[in-house]
């Protein structure tokens, strides 16, 4: 029985990227010869934005470009995708993702089982070291805790990691199918009928929170969702946005939206009060510069010690451990990579391609054990600080 597969990818002013995503994609499908034969794909590309020499780009890929004259943002364009298919089964991706051989045949087997929708496991790197976290955990008391964290620091921002942690490497270390709605809308893996059924995507976010929307109005449907560990990808991370000039305005107006509407327009209103009143010391949301000394903890703390630039030593560390990077002060959510026993001695450095993709803002580096407690932290300044 031939099913049907529409693979939409969303790009804006990244050309190459796109093409590069849907070529490894390509590559993975064909692969396997059963899933290949079986199956009947149709490529959409949604052009939210291109220069000259970027659409000559890609006018020369065997897809069907979709051009809405406009950015539409990420919703806008993946639900132009969708209504411009009837395909029973649908990719919804980034274009800065590589999936790795077998990704997209794991992620369509969790549908053919009776998944509503599938995400991957996603690295930060090709040599797969640094995981990715999940979609977080929302909910007030999340949101209430990463807003003491950011303002407060200390013990609340420990807390917070702890809590972050604990919630990634149910992920990470899942060894089979995971039902979870903290996926990716990097990339997921969608039905046709989920999709008719629970409404596509909010197109009022413009940037950010529109996958975790739709996830959750899937589980108030009752359909189930699930996190593949099997099904591996590599996330370039954030390409797009850092080249739209409203990306932090989007970001924020995402936010607060979301917070009404899952959470109520009096917890909005008041976590916005918040704000207004007690600044956030850290730069947790942005990643920027100047947040260092709240990075050590909060008011009265030091600062935490710049990371090394010949690397980390963690040979007086008991192992395993995670070395986990990320660009909030309060050190969550973060990448990570699990140090085990008989890892070899050395210096940790950042995976080389990561370090060159760094663009501008501060990153923060935490070492915990296998309980989630903290070990150190180290500040990683911008690139030229």
């Given at each position: 029985?031939?099913r049907?597969l529409?693979?939409?990818?969303?790009h804006?002013?990244t050309p190459?990227?796109?093409?590069?995503?849907?070529?490894?994609?390509?590559?993975?499908?064909?692969c396997?010869?059963d899933?290949?034969?079986g199956l009947?794909?149709?490529?959409?590309?949604v052009?939210n934005?291109?220069?000259?020499?970027?659409?000559?780009?890609?006018?020369?890929?065997?897809?069907r470009?979709?051009?809405?004259?406009?950015?539409?943002?990420?919703?806008g364009g993946?639900n132009?995708?969708?209504?411009?298919s009837?395909?029973?089964?649908?990719l919804l991706?980034n274009?800065?993702v590589?999936?790795?051989?077998?990704?997209?045949g794991?992620?369509?087997?969790?549908?053919?089982s009776?998944?509503?929708?599938?995400?991957p496991?996603?690295y930060?790197?090709?040599?797969r070291?640094?995981?990715?976290?999940?979609?977080?955990?929302?909910?007030?008391?999340?949101?209430?805790?990463?807003w003491l964290?950011?303002?407060?620091?200390?013990a609340?921002?420990?807390?917070?990691?702890?809590?972050?942690r604990?919630h990634?490497?149910?992920?990470?270390?899942?060894?089979a199918p995971?039902?979870?709605y903290?996926?990716?809308?990097?990339?997921?893996?969608?039905?046709r009928?989920?999709?008719e059924?629970?409404g596509g995507?909010d197109?009022?976010?413009?940037l950010?929170?529109?996958e975790?929307d739709w996830?959750?109005?899937?589980?108030?449907a009752g359909?189930?969702?699930r996190?593949?560990?099997?099904?591996e990808?590599?996330h370039?991370?954030?390409?797009s946005?850092a080249?739209?000039p409203?990306a932090?305005e989007?970001?924020?107006n995402?936010?607060?939206?979301?917070?009404s509407?899952?959470?109520?327009?009096?917890?909005a209103?008041?976590?916005?009060r918040?704000?207004g009143?007690?600044?956030?010391?850290?730069?947790?949301?942005a990643?920027?510069?100047?947040?260092?000394?709240?990075?050590?903890?909060?008011?009265?703390?030091?600062?935490?010690?710049?990371?090394p630039?010949?690397?980390?030593?963690l040979d007086?560390?008991?192992r395993?451990?995670w070395?986990?990077?990320s660009?909030?002060?309060?050190g969550?959510p973060?990448?990570?990579e699990r140090?085990g026993?008989?890892?070899?001695?050395g210096r940790?450095?950042?995976?080389?391609?990561?370090?060159?993709?760094?663009?501008?803002g501060?990153?923060?580096?935490?070492?915990?054990?296998?309980?989630?407690?903290?070990?150190?932290?180290?500040?990683?300044?911008?690139?030229g600080a």
């Amino acid at each position: 029985m031939t099913r049907s597969l529409a693979v939409v990818l969303v790009h804006y002013h990244t050309p190459r990227l796109a093409a590069d995503a849907l070529g490894a994609l390509r590559r993975d499908l064909a692969c396997d010869p059963d899933l290949a034969a079986g199956l009947d794909v149709e490529w959409l590309l949604v052009d939210n934005g291109s220069n000259p020499e970027g659409r000559a780009l890609l006018a020369e890929l065997p897809v069907r470009l979709l051009e809405p004259g406009r950015n539409l943002g990420y919703a806008g364009g993946v639900n132009l995708g969708m209504a411009s298919s009837h395909a029973e089964w649908a990719l919804l991706m980034n274009p800065d993702v590589l999936v790795e051989p077998g990704c997209a045949g794991r992620l369509l087997d969790c549908l053919r089982s009776g998944a509503a929708a599938a995400g991957p496991r996603f690295y930060w790197d090709s040599d797969r070291r640094l995981l990715l976290p999940p979609g977080e955990a929302r909910s007030r008391c999340g949101e209430l805790l990463a807003w003491l964290a950011a303002t407060r620091g200390g013990a609340w921002a420990a807390r917070g990691r702890r809590r972050s942690r604990r919630h990634c490497r149910r992920h990470w270390q899942a060894a089979a199918p995971l039902a979870s709605y903290a996926l990716s809308g990097s990339l997921l893996a969608v039905t046709r009928a989920a999709w008719e059924r629970v409404g596509g995507f909010d197109e009022g976010f413009e940037l950010y929170f529109e996958e975790t929307d739709w996830l959750l109005r899937l589980r108030r449907a009752g359909l189930p969702a699930r996190y593949v560990p099997a099904a591996e990808a590599v996330h370039l991370y954030a390409r797009s946005a850092a080249l739209e000039p409203r990306a932090r305005e989007w970001f924020d107006n995402s936010a607060r939206r979301f917070r009404s509407r899952h959470y109520g327009a009096w917890f909005a209103w008041s976590l916005a009060r918040l704000d207004g009143v007690l600044p956030r010391r850290s730069a947790a949301a942005a990643g920027g510069r100047g947040a260092a000394p709240a990075a050590g903890g909060g008011a009265g703390r030091p600062p935490l010690p710049p990371l090394p630039p010949e690397g980390l030593d963690l040979d007086g560390y008991p192992r395993p451990l995670w070395v986990e990077v990320s660009p909030n002060a309060t050190g969550f959510p973060a990448a990570a990579e699990r140090i085990g026993e008989g890892a070899p001695a050395g210096r940790w450095t950042l995976p080389p391609e990561v370090a060159a993709r760094r663009e501008g803002g501060d990153w923060w580096v935490w070492l915990s054990d296998e309980r989630c407690r903290d070990l150190a932290g180290f500040h990683l300044p911008a690139p030229g600080a």
